[in-house]
T-cell receptor, first 117, second 112 residues
Framework: DAGVIQSPRHEVTEMGQEVTLRCKPI?????LFWYRQTMMRGLELLIY????????DSGMPEDRFSAKMPNASFSTLKIQPSEPRDSAVYFC???????????????FGPGTRLTVL | GESVGLHLPTLSVQEGDNSIINCAYS??????FIWYKQESGKGPQFIID?????DKRQGQRVTVLLNKTVKHLSLQIAATQPGDSAVYFC???????????FGAGTRLFVKA
């Protein structure tokens, strides 16, 4: 299994530009998470999908952020317009949400390091 | 509440020694706890977990201890190796909930 795949691995852009981050979850997993990691705030959950449906987006910082999951094998996180304070590492994670299980281990991708100049 | 990390705590140990990484969690309702390891340039990776009805759980070279009275969690690594160098996160979860809250992390350096 290739694990969670994220692209690009690195993105450098200028303030005001649109940024799209991509994620392919592990095949068969039905839950997908987008996280942001910074030194100041640590690892923050931005949004969570279950069976392609957004369940909770309360962690999305602003309306400039949006996420979609058009099918079970693909998700995007878009920032428009981007700002320097959006610079961070963005992780996608997936899990197999088994009914009645105590916890469903999350498998993280390698992350996308975003730098907004 | 969520942890905020301005300065990552650091633990430096000699190769072969045992390491103990501590964590204080915040939510009394949390009933499931997980330790993740994050190596440089990679995403967090699951190490070991423990339910709130346990106070100790052992894995391969790792042991997690849970003290619910003081809301404290620790990860013990036996015979620490250079490959153990990483940032370690404790995380808390409420059963059936999707939201896992991650701590600020502790950086472990292993000196050869």
């Amino acid at each position: 299994d290739a694990g969670v795949i994220q692209s690009p691995r690195h993105e450098v852009t200028e303030m005001g530009q649109e940024v799209t981050l991509r994620c392919k979850p592990i095949s068969g997993h039905n839950s997908l998470f987008w996280y942001r990691q910074t030194m100041m705030r640590g690892l923050e959950l931005l949004i969570y999908f279950n069976n392609n449906v957004p369940i909770d987006d309360s962690g999305m910082p602003e309306d400039r952020f949006s996420a979609k999951m058009p099918n079970a094998s693909f998700s995007t996180l878009k920032i428009q317009p981007s700002e320097p304070r959006d610079s961070a590492v963005y992780f996608c994670a997936s899990s197999s949400n088994r009914q009645g299980s105590f916890y469903n281990e999350q498998f993280f991708g390698p992350g996308t390091r975003l730098t907004v100049l | 509440g969520e942890s905020v990390g301005l300065h990552l705590p650091t633990l430096s140990v000699q190769e072969g020694d045992n390491s103990i990484i501590n964590c204080a969690y915040s939510n009394s309702a949390s009933d499931y706890f997980i330790w993740y390891k994050q190596e440089s340039g990679k995403g967090p990776q699951f190490i070991i977990d423990i339910r709130s009805n346990m106070d100790k759980r052992q894995g391969q070279r790792v042991t997690v201890l849970l003290n619910k009275t003081v809301k404290h969690l620790s990860l013990q690594i036996a015979a620490t190796q250079p490959g153990d160098s990483a940032v370690y996160f404790c995380a808390e979860n409420i059963r059936g909930g999707f939201k896992t809250i991650f701590g600020a992390g502790t950086r472990l350096f292993v000196k050869a």
